[in-house]
């Protein structure tokens, strides 16, 4: 009991049992609400509004659509529109306006194929720059989209004719610390994670971990960029220093298994980028603390900088199901909430505590 | 190789348990084995159930599951595979041994993954009931000011347009996917532009980026060096919300880069916060930043500009404070200082900055000590004479620096006069402690007569005239110097002056807070010498403000100190404090004037709040030792309203042997006194009342020498037939007592159990387990016995020693200090002590996923089934964890078969007859032996009967 006073407490605050399979659950900016976005068992897609309510959850609103959606994103939205850019099983990139939800306020034919992962930044005050979205496709392509041009990608990153295609798990935005900079990291299912140059129009750097990328994110968008965390399907995470790029190394890292089974997710704490969750296919979430080394940088045989990576540290670790955990989301707003969902058609509101004091 | 050893280890265990089938004080016994047996069958029939299971643990010998090997082991690896193969179960059940491991292993690597366990989500019982309310209250907070915060947001007009959003990228580039493909191609492919993009086209950015993309082939792609971050955002199409939130948003990143030592980025961020809103952390953030910098005067104004926006804020002062020093603004530097210590007298880091810059002035002094003296001087007349020049705050902040030397030189002069008239005055200024303790001539102590009108009216009018001169009744001077002795750690001489102090007059307060600070600090300088002393400094320079303060007040306040010895002590609050900090610094003498100068009459109102076994000790002993041969009617009239206070006889109990025996001493002493203040025959009433009371009372003696915990209160009693009507009046305040007795050294934990357990008879349990813990049972029992005449009494006495009984045999086993776990190895224990008979445990095997455990037992009746089971689920619910879920006892109705499930074990309690005919031991441990199923032929039997799980060989011993 003493040692639970020090340490950061994750507390499953609210749960609720869905009718439907669950991929993707999202905090709406500025408001106690947050969407869930699934598919029903009738194949038909679904996004419901939850807003807390004195430790309750009401259902503000429920939409049906006619394909599964699998991922969404308000990160290329302005605050007062709040618009939600979905991506479904058939490829469509959507963005929805939720007070009115009939019709999209921008759609495109994105993706042959299902859209596996979404992201977007210039919105919310969260990077510079031109609001863009980039989407990541089982057909292997990785697009980027401005919601001011039709039909056509401004950035389209594919293989070569001839390469085989892989599937691309997850894709995130990065860099955005200024109006001309701006990455792209996406991950593939073979392990592959490149990153893009939005800048130069160049792929940047690449590696493979070995194991299907699930997630990787940056630590936060809009900075010169900082760290990575990417997820593999056997349980390891990867964080990269990002700050600096040896000409033949790349970037230092640093990996740690943590989960038994895969890691299908990882979130960085908005308010404080060296802070992170991990959800693991067995159910469980980890918290996690990035300390940065002492000397970030040092010199290689040549004279070159070269990264140094640092440790991470397990604050804490729960079970909360059986399921994997498809998703999770912290809150932007308030510090230590956020929302996870899994495979066990429930939605869950947790409460971390003492995260200002990590 | 390893299976043979396996078997080697399994047969020794097995003729350990053959030996010694119950004996579970042996770490060795094994429950372990796929059916462990035990009772029911003979010892062949075990040994047949003991097959070692396919053994995956072969890199570990069985010698190394040993306490003295783990111990002695500092291999992590081969600790963390000791520790997986004890998890495992595979070589046996050892809870103990698992743990001793686990905690080993900590010992080696905090760290290490193996001792990463899965929890589950903390709940609102992980809590505090203080802690959850908090968590929820901020939620709640949250929810309504973010559902206001979206109703503003829903009100404001959508700008989507007017906002200065960059343009759309103009090139439609496609980017391929391998490095190897932009090697070859070099650059991405011109794409041939539409008119409407021409419109658009940046010369400057293109420039830029055919620039970029050339650096970028010659040099495989290294990011800039230097990035460039805008310090400004042009927020004028924002609302406040999204100004705010942005706002907060480059703070927070700020913090981040100052946190990793990037400290331009750090500034960059600051500065677009600020550009947002200037937000006084923002500011104060960024001028921290620019101090690791080196930006000094950047920093300046940065503090400046927090500070207008607070006028108090500690941290920008401190920054300020800083960056004016390494600006070479000494003055200022020090007002920012005092400013700081004026809020928050306490401040370590101020403190430790004026500190510095007095050692400092310290080696300057040493260069020219007549003009520092000279300003000592200055300063030792502001506080004496009520001087009200103006310029007064100015120059007390300007000791020690040069320029106020400069600015006050007006002022020193007058001083100097002062100077020559009263040479002495000097030496026993506290000012000077940064010289010496100046001594004191013995002319100025000399006398201790008592303070008189006359002489404070004396004293004032010399004050008045400015003429510092010192007074024969010099307590000021002695407190000064006791500051002094102080300011330079000498304690020792610094408590002597201040008991002189209190000597001349004991309601001195602050002489009283200093002592016990002293003593403190006394007690703290032996232990380390190093970190006191930023804290030395801070009791130093707090008094020194508060003797400011004082002096600013004037004489009339030293005056009135003196003269108001009954104002002071009619609160019973700062008599506690005077007389709590005698008791702490073991001062007989100040004990001892203290009760001088208190009436009798109020002494137990004083004194009630705090009357303690140690504090009533050391009143004893003051009265004893300094009160009884010059006022033995004081002391009488003393003890006779003591006695009136209502926890006195409580707290009789707690006085140690030689405080009884001076107690008594004083009494017979006082029979010796010839007086009339008071007769012979009130002497011996008081006495009776003091002495005999404690007859019946228990006798706590404290064994301080044993460890924590040993608080072993050796209580008995001594039976006074006088008194026994009256005791059995008592038997509610008794109660108490015990409660008392078990106070006196344990922590709050226990004491609440005690008290507890006591009052509730709900849980006696619990008493009876912190008893067996704190090995007092016995004597906890006497106490009942024989204290409590009643049969309620009795009964409960009796009840508590039962469950208290009950408990201990557990605890004989080595290794096993607290029972914490409600595991295998307590039931069975319980259920031994508890005499059930043929206990059989059977470990179900992980496949099955039912169960750990099954344990059968059997009673002699119903009636014992029903109390083993009713005992085992008290004992349960004690240990319960939070966590755990609640058991239930299925079959309450029925005689012959009762069963609880407690998760991972589950426990039959049957009568002989039963267990023979359901003969629930073959049901969860079929093998070869079962002679019905050797029957069957294995093909007739279900597809899905697990069938001698894993080995069909009989065993070889």
Known sequence: ?358 | MGTGRVARARSSCLTRQTLHPYNLTEEILDYSSLSTILGVMSAAEAASALVSPGSSCRSVPVEHLDYSFIQSCSDLKHLEHILRVLRSGQEGFYPHLTEFCEKHIEKLNPKSRVLRKENRPATVASFSAEEWRNISEDLQLWESHVRLNEAQLKRQPIFSDVKDVPPVRSSHASIQTSLSAVEKTGRTPCVPRSYRDWDRFDVETECANIDQSDRNTRHASVSPAVPEITETINSSALTAQEKDALARREKDKGNEAFKSGDYEEAVAYYSRSVSLASSAAALNNRAQALIRLQRWSSALNDCDAVLQLEPGNIKALLRRAAAHKHLGHQQESHDDLRAVLLIEPHNATALKLLMDETESNRCEETHGTSRKILIQEVDEEEEDEDAQDGSREEMRDSRGTESGIMGNTQKMHSCTDIQTDEPTNHSSSSRGWGESAAELTPADTHTTAPPTEHTHLKFALLKDDGNALLQPTNKKALYRRALANKGLKDYAACRSDLQQVLCLDVSVTEAEQLLMEVTHLMMESRCSSGPRRSITITEEDDDEDEDEGSGAVGSQRCSAVVSSVSLRSSNAFEFGQALNGAVSCGDLLTCAELLRSVASERLPRLVGTQLDGRTLGFIIRALNTHLLHTHPELVLKHLQQLHTTHRLTMVLMLLDGEDRARLSQIFQKLHGVQTEAFSQNDVTNLANKYLNAEHYLLRVQRHSSRPTGGATADTHRRHSDRQKDEQQEDHEELEVRCCVSFDINHTNGHRMIAARCFWSNRTLLRAGAWCFHRSLERKITNVFNKTTETQKHSRRAQKYTTTAEQLPHITHKPGLVDVQEFDVSLLVSLLKQENASDICVIRVPPELKYTDHMIIVSGSSPRHLSAIAEFLLKVFKFLRKDEEPHVRLEGRDCDDWKCIDFGPMVLHLMLADSRQMYELEKLWTLRSYDEQLKRIPPETLPSDFIYDLKHTSTPDC
């Not at chain 1, 005050?125 to 989407?135: L, N, R, S, W, Y």
């Not at chain 1, 900088?305 to 909360?320: E, F, I, Y």
């Open chain 1, 1 to 358: 009991m003493s040692s639970t006073l020090e340490k950061p407490q994750i507390i499953a605050h609210i749960q609720k049992s869905l009718n439907y399979t669950v991929f993707d659950s999202r905090w709406i900016p500025c408001s106690a609400k947050f969407v869930c976005m699934g598919n029903f068992a009738r194949g038909t897609g679904v996004i419901q509004i939850y807003e807390i309510q004195q430790g309750e959850l009401q259902l503000v609103k429920e939409i049906e659509k006619a394909k599964p959606i699998k991922c969404g994103t308000f990160g290329a939205t302005s605050l007062q529109q709040r618009h939600l850019a979905t991506g479904d099983f058939d490829g469509s990139l959507n963005v929805w306006n939720l007070e009115m939800p009939e019709c999209p306020v921008y759609s495109v034919k994105a993706h042959k194929e299902i859209i596996n992962s979404i992201d977007g930044v210039g919105g919310l005050g969260i990077g510079d720059g031109a609001p863009e979205i980039v989407t990541g496709s089982r057909d292997g392509t990785v697009k980027v989209w401005d919601s001011r041009q039709k039909d056509t990608p401004v950035v389209n990153m594919e293989p070569m004719e001839g390469e085989t295609k892989r599937d691309c798990w997850t894709v995130a935005f990065g860099h955005a610390f200024n109006d001309q900079d701006r990455c792209v990291c996406a991950g593939y299912d073979n392990g592959d994670i490149k990153l893009f140059d939005l800048r130069n129009m160049s792929l940047r750097w690449e590696t493979n971990i070995r194991n299907g990328v699930c997630s990787v994110e940056f630590d936060r968008k809009d900075i010169n960029m900082n760290k990575l965390v990417a997820t593999s399907l056997e349980g390891k995470f990867h964080v990269f220093d990002m700050r600096t790029q040896h000409p033949t190394n790349g970037f230092a890292s640093v990996s740690e298994k943590a989960h038994k089974s895969t890691v299908w997710q990882v979130r960085h704490l908005p308010q404080n980028r060296d802070v992170f969750m991990t959800a693991g296919g067995a159910g469980n979430l980890h918290l996690w603390k990035y300390e940065y080394p002492a000397q970030r940088t040092k010199k290689d045989a040549d004279n070159v900088d070269m990264g140094v990576a640092g440790s991470v540290n397990l604050l804490q670790n729960v079970t909360l199901s059986t399921q994997p955990i498809s998703s999770l989301d912290w809150s932007p707003d308030k510090q230590g909430l956020c929302v996870c969902s899994s495979f066990d058609q429930s939605v869950r509101v947790l409460i971390v505590t003492k995260l200002n004091t990590v």
